[in-house]
Protein backbone atom coordinates (compact mmCIF):
# COMPACT_ATOMS: atom_id res chain seq x y z
CA UNK A 1 0.00 0.00 0.00
CA UNK A 2 1.42 2.98 -0.91
CA UNK A 3 0.82 7.27 0.28
CA UNK A 4 1.12 8.54 -2.68
CA UNK A 5 -1.93 10.46 -3.94
CA UNK A 6 -2.01 9.61 -8.09
CA UNK A 7 -3.39 12.16 -10.36
CA UNK A 8 -3.78 9.19 -12.78
CA UNK A 9 -7.57 8.27 -12.91
CA UNK A 10 -9.02 4.50 -11.33
CA UNK A 11 -10.32 3.73 -14.86
CA UNK A 12 -6.34 4.02 -16.25
CA UNK A 13 -5.30 2.25 -13.22
CA UNK A 14 -7.82 -1.00 -13.78
CA UNK A 15 -7.15 -0.42 -18.04
CA UNK A 16 -3.54 -0.74 -17.68
CA UNK A 17 -3.43 -3.56 -14.59
CA UNK A 18 -6.10 -5.54 -16.82
CA UNK A 19 -3.46 -5.21 -19.98
CA UNK A 20 -0.60 -5.87 -17.89
CA UNK A 21 -2.16 -9.52 -16.43
CA UNK A 22 -3.16 -10.19 -19.86
CA UNK A 23 0.20 -10.00 -21.14
CA UNK A 24 2.82 -12.92 -22.01
CA UNK A 25 5.16 -11.02 -23.83
CA UNK A 26 4.73 -7.68 -22.67
CA UNK A 27 7.62 -5.40 -24.42
CA UNK A 28 8.82 -2.30 -21.99
CA UNK A 29 10.74 0.18 -23.62
CA UNK A 30 12.21 4.00 -22.01
CA UNK A 31 13.50 6.90 -23.90
CA UNK A 32 17.15 7.14 -25.59
CA UNK A 33 19.96 8.18 -23.33
CA UNK A 34 18.72 6.50 -20.32
CA UNK A 35 18.89 7.79 -17.32
CA UNK A 36 18.49 6.28 -14.10
CA UNK A 37 14.46 7.13 -13.51
CA UNK A 38 14.06 5.74 -17.27
CA UNK A 39 16.33 2.64 -16.66
CA UNK A 40 14.75 1.92 -12.63
CA UNK A 41 11.34 2.31 -14.10
CA UNK A 42 11.41 0.02 -16.86
CA UNK A 43 13.66 -2.58 -14.71
CA UNK A 44 11.75 -2.55 -11.70
CA UNK A 45 8.41 -3.51 -13.39
CA UNK A 46 10.34 -5.83 -15.97
CA UNK A 47 11.73 -7.96 -12.78
CA UNK A 48 8.68 -7.55 -11.00
CA UNK A 49 6.58 -9.38 -14.23
CA UNK A 50 9.18 -11.33 -14.91
CA UNK A 51 8.74 -13.04 -12.03
CA UNK A 52 5.54 -14.02 -12.23
CA UNK A 53 6.48 -16.02 -15.57
CA UNK A 54 6.58 -13.40 -17.95
CA UNK A 55 8.61 -13.44 -20.76
CA UNK A 56 9.85 -9.48 -20.42
CA UNK A 57 11.43 -7.95 -23.21
CA UNK A 58 12.97 -4.14 -22.27
CA UNK A 59 15.30 -2.16 -24.72
CA UNK A 60 15.72 1.62 -25.65
CA UNK A 61 16.44 2.70 -29.09
CA UNK A 62 19.92 3.77 -29.38
CA UNK A 63 21.84 3.30 -32.47
CA UNK A 64 24.51 2.79 -30.41
CA UNK A 65 23.11 0.51 -27.77
CA UNK A 66 25.13 0.54 -24.21
CA UNK A 67 23.84 1.02 -20.51
CA UNK A 68 25.42 4.24 -19.01
CA UNK A 69 28.81 3.42 -16.93
CA UNK A 70 27.03 4.78 -13.88
CA UNK A 71 23.99 2.66 -13.85
CA UNK A 72 25.21 -0.58 -14.75
CA UNK A 73 24.63 -1.50 -10.90
CA UNK A 74 20.82 -1.40 -11.24
CA UNK A 75 19.51 -4.66 -11.73
CA UNK A 76 17.45 -6.39 -14.31
CA UNK A 77 19.70 -5.67 -16.75
CA UNK A 78 19.90 -9.35 -18.57
CA UNK A 79 16.12 -8.25 -19.35
CA UNK A 80 17.84 -6.08 -22.15
CA UNK A 81 18.05 -6.66 -25.74
CA UNK A 82 19.27 -4.58 -28.56
CA UNK A 83 16.72 -2.77 -30.66
CA UNK A 84 16.58 -4.76 -33.51
CA UNK A 85 15.66 -7.58 -31.45
CA UNK A 86 12.87 -5.89 -30.06
CA UNK A 87 9.28 -6.83 -31.26
CA UNK A 88 8.20 -5.33 -34.49
CA UNK A 89 4.47 -5.02 -33.33
CA UNK A 90 4.15 -5.94 -30.11
CA UNK A 91 0.64 -6.72 -28.60
CA UNK A 92 1.65 -5.00 -25.34
CA UNK A 93 4.15 -2.18 -24.98
CA UNK A 94 4.71 -0.07 -22.27
CA UNK A 95 7.17 2.94 -22.10
CA UNK A 96 8.49 4.72 -19.25
CA UNK A 97 10.08 8.36 -18.79
CA UNK A 98 9.15 9.33 -22.24
CA UNK A 99 7.33 12.24 -22.69
CA UNK A 100 6.82 12.18 -26.52
CA UNK A 101 6.97 9.10 -28.68
CA UNK A 102 10.05 10.67 -30.25
CA UNK A 103 12.07 9.90 -27.59
CA UNK A 104 11.65 6.09 -28.38
CA UNK A 105 14.27 6.59 -30.49
CA UNK A 106 14.84 3.39 -32.91
CA UNK A 107 11.68 1.91 -30.50
CA UNK A 108 9.51 4.74 -32.05
CA UNK A 109 8.02 2.84 -34.91
CA UNK A 110 7.64 0.16 -32.95
CA UNK A 111 4.98 1.74 -30.44
CA UNK A 112 3.34 3.20 -33.65
CA UNK A 113 2.93 -0.59 -34.51
CA UNK A 114 1.61 -2.10 -31.33
CA UNK A 115 -1.68 -3.80 -30.14
CA UNK A 116 -1.62 -1.36 -26.94
CA UNK A 117 0.77 1.47 -25.64
CA UNK A 118 0.68 1.57 -22.20
CA UNK A 119 2.69 4.90 -21.39
CA UNK A 120 3.99 5.76 -17.99
CA UNK A 121 5.57 9.15 -16.96
CA UNK A 122 5.97 12.01 -14.72
CA UNK A 123 6.47 14.45 -17.44
CA UNK A 124 4.24 17.52 -17.56
CA UNK A 125 5.04 17.80 -21.20
CA UNK A 126 4.02 14.41 -21.78
CA UNK A 127 2.04 14.02 -25.14
CA UNK A 128 -0.21 11.13 -24.27
CA UNK A 129 0.71 9.28 -27.59
CA UNK A 130 -0.40 5.77 -25.86
CA UNK A 131 -4.09 4.09 -26.09
CA UNK A 132 -3.42 4.32 -22.10
CA UNK A 133 -2.12 6.57 -20.06
CA UNK A 134 -0.53 6.46 -16.31
CA UNK A 135 0.93 10.16 -16.38
CA UNK A 136 1.52 11.89 -13.04
CA UNK A 137 3.14 14.99 -13.14
CA UNK A 138 2.61 15.27 -9.44
CA UNK A 139 5.45 12.18 -8.63
CA UNK A 140 8.67 13.09 -7.94
CA UNK A 141 9.75 10.57 -10.35
CA UNK A 142 8.50 7.72 -13.04
CA UNK A 143 9.65 5.19 -10.39
CA UNK A 144 7.18 6.45 -7.93
CA UNK A 145 4.15 5.39 -10.61
CA UNK A 146 6.00 2.20 -10.93
CA UNK A 147 5.97 1.43 -7.19
CA UNK A 148 2.27 2.03 -7.36
CA UNK A 149 1.39 -0.38 -10.45
CA UNK A 150 3.48 -3.03 -8.80
CA UNK A 151 1.50 -2.81 -6.03
CA UNK A 152 -2.52 -2.77 -7.58
CA UNK A 153 -0.93 -5.42 -9.56
CA UNK A 154 0.06 -7.36 -6.26
CA UNK A 155 3.49 -8.17 -6.98
CA UNK A 156 6.08 -8.05 -4.71
CA UNK A 157 9.10 -5.14 -4.37
CA UNK A 158 12.11 -7.32 -3.25
CA UNK A 159 16.04 -5.56 -2.92
CA UNK A 160 16.55 -5.47 -6.33
CA UNK A 161 13.18 -4.11 -7.88
CA UNK A 162 13.36 -1.54 -4.56
CA UNK A 163 17.46 -0.99 -6.33
CA UNK A 164 15.77 -0.48 -9.63
CA UNK A 165 13.15 2.43 -8.32
CA UNK A 166 15.18 3.88 -5.65
CA UNK A 167 17.38 4.49 -8.18
CA UNK A 168 15.46 6.58 -10.29
CA UNK A 169 13.48 8.43 -7.19
CA UNK A 170 16.88 9.47 -5.52
CA UNK A 171 18.24 11.10 -9.43
CA UNK A 172 15.29 12.47 -9.70
CA UNK A 173 15.17 14.26 -6.47
CA UNK A 174 18.34 15.51 -6.65
CA UNK A 175 18.76 13.15 -3.62
CA UNK A 176 15.45 15.13 -2.18
CA UNK A 177 17.19 18.23 -2.77
CA UNK A 178 14.47 19.41 -5.90
CA UNK A 179 11.08 21.34 -4.84
CA UNK A 180 9.33 18.13 -6.45
CA UNK A 181 10.27 16.09 -3.27
CA UNK A 182 7.39 15.53 -1.38
CA UNK A 183 6.19 13.77 1.37
CA UNK A 184 4.78 10.51 -0.55
CA UNK A 185 8.35 10.33 -2.06
CA UNK A 186 10.33 10.35 1.63
CA UNK A 187 7.65 7.71 2.48
CA UNK A 188 8.33 5.76 -0.66
CA UNK A 189 12.16 5.73 -0.08
CA UNK A 190 10.93 4.23 3.45
CA UNK A 191 9.54 1.43 2.07
CA UNK A 192 12.56 0.88 -0.39
CA UNK A 193 14.69 1.08 2.13
CA UNK A 194 13.05 -1.48 4.29
CA UNK A 195 13.91 -4.17 1.69
CA UNK A 196 17.56 -4.02 2.78
CA UNK A 197 18.77 -2.23 -0.70
CA UNK A 198 22.15 0.24 0.45
CA UNK A 199 21.83 3.59 -0.24
CA UNK A 200 25.75 4.94 -0.16
CA UNK A 201 26.09 2.10 -2.25
CA UNK A 202 23.62 3.24 -4.92
CA UNK A 203 24.99 7.08 -4.27
CA UNK A 204 28.41 6.01 -4.79
CA UNK A 205 27.95 4.42 -7.93
CA UNK A 206 25.88 7.44 -9.14
CA UNK A 207 27.43 10.49 -7.57
CA UNK A 208 30.92 9.59 -6.43
CA UNK A 209 32.45 8.00 -9.54
CA UNK A 210 34.40 8.96 -12.36
CA UNK A 211 37.44 8.16 -14.78
CA UNK A 212 40.21 10.49 -14.21
CA UNK A 213 39.89 11.51 -17.70
CA UNK A 214 36.54 13.25 -16.79
CA UNK A 215 38.13 15.81 -14.85
CA UNK A 216 40.59 16.72 -17.77
CA UNK A 217 37.34 16.92 -19.86
CA UNK A 218 35.65 18.75 -17.50
CA UNK A 219 38.25 21.20 -17.22
CA UNK A 220 38.21 21.83 -21.05
CA UNK A 221 34.70 22.48 -21.08
CA UNK A 222 34.77 24.42 -17.85
CA UNK A 223 37.93 26.42 -19.51
CA UNK A 224 35.27 27.64 -22.45
CA UNK A 225 32.52 28.31 -20.51
CA UNK A 226 30.48 31.54 -20.65
CA UNK A 227 28.08 33.95 -18.72
CA UNK A 228 25.64 36.16 -19.91
CA UNK A 229 24.10 38.14 -17.36
CA UNK A 230 21.59 40.25 -19.75
CA UNK A 231 20.07 36.71 -21.18
CA UNK A 232 16.99 35.40 -20.12
CA UNK A 233 15.70 39.00 -19.32
CA UNK A 234 18.39 40.06 -17.20
CA UNK A 235 18.41 37.09 -15.07
CA UNK A 236 21.86 35.52 -16.57
CA UNK A 237 22.60 32.24 -18.43
CA UNK A 238 26.05 30.45 -18.02
CA UNK A 239 26.78 28.11 -20.71
CA UNK A 240 29.27 25.58 -22.01
CA UNK A 241 29.94 22.91 -24.76
CA UNK A 242 31.62 19.58 -25.05
CA UNK A 243 32.81 18.46 -28.42
CA UNK A 244 33.21 14.16 -29.69
CA UNK A 245 36.81 15.56 -30.30
CA UNK A 246 37.22 16.67 -26.37
CA UNK A 247 36.27 13.43 -25.15
CA UNK A 248 38.05 11.57 -27.90
CA UNK A 249 41.25 13.09 -26.76
CA UNK A 250 41.21 11.89 -23.54
CA UNK A 251 39.02 8.45 -24.32
CA UNK A 252 35.81 9.36 -22.38
CA UNK A 253 32.89 7.93 -23.21
CA UNK A 254 29.61 9.69 -23.84
CA UNK A 255 27.63 8.95 -21.00
CA UNK A 256 30.65 9.99 -18.60
CA UNK A 257 29.64 13.78 -19.39
CA UNK A 258 26.22 13.73 -18.45
CA UNK A 259 26.67 15.50 -15.37
CA UNK A 260 28.40 18.00 -16.68
CA UNK A 261 25.11 20.50 -16.07
CA UNK A 262 25.03 19.33 -12.30
CA UNK A 263 28.73 21.36 -11.95
CA UNK A 264 27.65 24.68 -14.21
CA UNK A 265 24.05 25.13 -12.65
CA UNK A 266 25.69 25.85 -9.59
CA UNK A 267 26.66 29.73 -10.88
CA UNK A 268 25.11 32.10 -8.61
CA UNK A 269 24.79 34.84 -11.37
CA UNK A 270 22.84 32.71 -13.72
CA UNK A 271 19.15 31.76 -13.68
CA UNK A 272 19.15 29.26 -16.70
CA UNK A 273 22.27 26.83 -16.88
CA UNK A 274 23.10 24.84 -20.48
CA UNK A 275 25.47 22.23 -21.38
CA UNK A 276 25.35 20.97 -24.92
CA UNK A 277 27.02 17.20 -25.46
CA UNK A 278 28.38 16.22 -28.86
CA UNK A 279 27.51 12.49 -29.30
CA UNK A 280 29.74 9.94 -31.28
CA UNK A 281 27.41 10.81 -34.57
CA UNK A 282 27.94 14.07 -34.60
CA UNK A 283 24.60 15.36 -33.18
CA UNK A 284 23.81 17.41 -29.87
CA UNK A 285 22.18 16.69 -26.62
CA UNK A 286 21.44 19.87 -24.90
CA UNK A 287 21.04 19.81 -21.00
CA UNK A 288 18.95 22.32 -19.29
CA UNK A 289 18.13 23.45 -16.06
CA UNK A 290 17.00 26.70 -14.02
CA UNK A 291 16.62 28.02 -10.33
CA UNK A 292 12.83 27.78 -10.53
CA UNK A 293 11.98 31.35 -12.58
CA UNK A 294 12.27 30.22 -16.07
CA UNK A 295 10.28 27.57 -17.44
CA UNK A 296 12.47 25.36 -19.14
CA UNK A 297 10.99 22.25 -20.66
CA UNK A 298 8.30 25.26 -22.60
CA UNK A 299 11.78 26.03 -24.43
CA UNK A 300 13.34 22.62 -24.93
CA UNK A 301 9.38 21.49 -25.85
CA UNK A 302 9.35 23.92 -28.75
CA UNK A 303 12.89 22.53 -30.24
CA UNK A 304 11.32 19.08 -29.66
CA UNK A 305 12.79 17.72 -26.18
CA UNK A 306 10.59 18.00 -22.81
CA UNK A 307 11.22 17.64 -19.27
CA UNK A 308 10.39 19.55 -16.07
CA UNK A 309 9.96 23.21 -15.38
CA UNK A 310 13.21 23.41 -13.82
CA UNK A 311 15.28 20.35 -15.78
CA UNK A 312 14.78 19.60 -19.68
CA UNK A 313 16.44 18.50 -22.74
CA UNK A 314 16.44 18.16 -26.52
CA UNK A 315 18.15 17.26 -29.23
CA UNK A 316 19.75 19.29 -31.94
CA UNK A 317 21.40 18.52 -35.45
CA UNK A 318 22.71 22.72 -35.44
CA UNK A 319 25.84 24.27 -35.09
CA UNK A 320 26.70 25.37 -31.36
CA UNK A 321 26.15 28.92 -32.10
CA UNK A 322 22.54 28.64 -33.97
CA UNK A 323 21.27 26.30 -30.91
CA UNK A 324 22.14 28.91 -28.36
CA UNK A 325 20.64 31.41 -30.49
CA UNK A 326 17.41 29.51 -30.82
CA UNK A 327 17.67 28.67 -26.87
CA UNK A 328 18.29 32.60 -26.20
CA UNK A 329 15.26 33.60 -28.18
CA UNK A 330 13.16 31.08 -26.77
CA UNK A 331 14.04 31.62 -22.60
CA UNK A 332 14.02 35.53 -23.26
CA UNK A 333 10.59 37.16 -21.92
CA UNK A 334 7.67 37.39 -24.36
CA UNK A 335 7.78 40.89 -24.41
CA UNK A 336 11.35 40.96 -25.64
CA UNK A 337 11.75 38.49 -28.32
CA UNK A 338 11.94 39.53 -31.95
Given at each position: M????????????????????????????????????????????GLALARTGKKVVASFGDRVFAVPR??????????????????????????????????LGLLAPHAGKAGELLVIDHHVSNTRFGTVHLVDPGAASTTMVVEELINRLGLTID????????????????????????????????????????????ARDLWDRSPFAYLRVLGTALGRAALEPDAVGGLGLVWTYVTRADRAAEDLPYDEVEGMIDVVRRVDEAEVAIVLKEDDEGGW??????????????????????????????????????????LRLLLAPEGSRS
Open positions: TTNESAVGEADWRRATELIRAADTPALACHVSPDADALGSMLGLLLRFVPGQHLLVEPSAYPAEPDLMITFDASTMERREVATCLYAGLVTDTGSFRHSITSPAAHAMAGRLLATGLRPEEINVSTRSKGAVDVARACAALGGGGHPRAAGFSSALSVADTMAA
